[in-house]
């Protein structure tokens, strides 16, 4: 790989919030294994807008899928698009020790990868480097054979295909590593980060390479919250649905143990709070469109999410 190919983006620190945003109130059930998911499974993905499948993948592929994350970490030329690391990595770095400071309101959505710094990963020791990594992206490919294997898992694709009602296609992937005090992922709608047209059907999945729990960041969703369509989207901490909004809805938290799967609609509402444990919290995460999407535009895509413009304020 040229190294010239690699995106970095040394990320903001972003501000704290109000913890009663993840107060939720349920706990999600699943099912096991992906030979369990029936018609009737499927009828009440397409009514909660999301399906959880526990000891989806076993502990080896888990394992394997691990370490070739850490290995991309560690490389001094990683195999994948981008890294993204989290804003407290600037206090290591003497150029911007001091200089970290919160993304102020009103940002647009690009603007938050404040920080980025081209194709250079930065000057730290290799397992200290790793400690600060928030997301890879970009990384299924043959370099990386694990990672891959688990986006292209034939059981996953035929679940997936089913909810799409065809051929999935690999839309996008992410490694998300949220690690110790790692930042809050607001909550959002996949669908609002996704330049496709507004009938492109989309399936995000994601799997958890460890324990996911309410105190590391486990994923928690607004049940049934994709059937009220589009939510506006403002440049907060990170491009999100209204706080103010979100205190209204009733939330679910769904913990996973290694290897279990979260498949979610794309308009699903959920977020992940920050990670109040002392150790990282692996997963990973991919989106599969259906066979007839379509690329649009930023601005078919902010007319429908669009923030401060649609005459409404957060």
């Known amino acids: 790989m040229n190294s010239t190919d ?8 972003i501000p704290d919030y109000d913890p009663e945003l993840y107060r939720y109130q349920t706990v999600a059930e699943g099912i096991t294994g992906f030979e369990s998911v029936s018609e009737e499974e499927l009828a009440r993905f397409r009514q909660r807008g999301y399906l959880v499948v ?11 899928a691990r370490q070739e994350l850490y290995r991309l970490g560690t490389s001094p030329r990683p195999d994948c698009e981008s890294v993204y690391f989290e804003g407290a990595v ?10 970290s400071v919160a993304a102020p309101k009103g ?3 690009v603007d938050l990868a404040l920080g980025h710094t081209d194709n250079h990963l930065p000057p730290l020791e290799p397992a200290t480097r790793m400690r600060f990594v928030r997301k890879f992206m970009g990384f299924t490919r043959e370099e990386n054979p694990a990672l891959k294997a688990v986006a292209e898992d034939p059981a996953l694709m035929r679940v997936v295909g089913r909810i799409l009602g065809g051929k999935p296609g690999l ?9 110790p005090g790692g930042r809050e992922k607001p909550w959002h709608q ?14 995000g999945v994601w799997i958890a390479l460890d324990r996911a729990t309410p105190e590391n960041g486990c994923m928690q969703v607004v049940e049934g919250g994709h059937r009220q369509g589009p939510r506006v989207h403002f440049m907060r901490r990170d491009w999100q649905i209204c706080d103010s909004e979100v205190a209204r809805l009733p939330r679910v938290a769904i913990p996973m143990r290694a290897g279990g799967c979260l498949l979610f609609d794309a308009l699903l509402p959920h977020g992940t709070p920050a990670n109040r444990t002392d150790r990282q919290r692996w997963a990973v995460q991919y989106h599969y469109v259906s066979s007839d999407s379509r690329e649009t535009g930023d601005e078919d895509r902010l007319a429908v999410f669009g923030s401060e413009g649609k005459g409404v304020s957060c």
């Not at 690699?6 to 620190?13: G, K, N």
């Not at 600037?90 to 200089?99: M, V």
């Not at 996008?172 to 690690?179: E, H, V």
């Open 107 to 109: 940002r647009r959505f």
């Open 171 to 179: 839309y996008q992937d992410m490694a998300l590593i949220k690690p």
């Open 6 to 13: 690699l995106r970095v983006v040394l990320e903001p620190e």
């Open 90 to 99: 600037r206090q290591q770095l003497p150029a911007l020790k001091g200089k």
């Open 54 to 64: 526990h000891q989806a993948f076993s502990m080896a592929r888990v394992e394997a």
């Open 190 to 203: 996949d669908r609002a980060y996704f330049n496709l047209t507004q009938t492109t059907r989309i399936v």
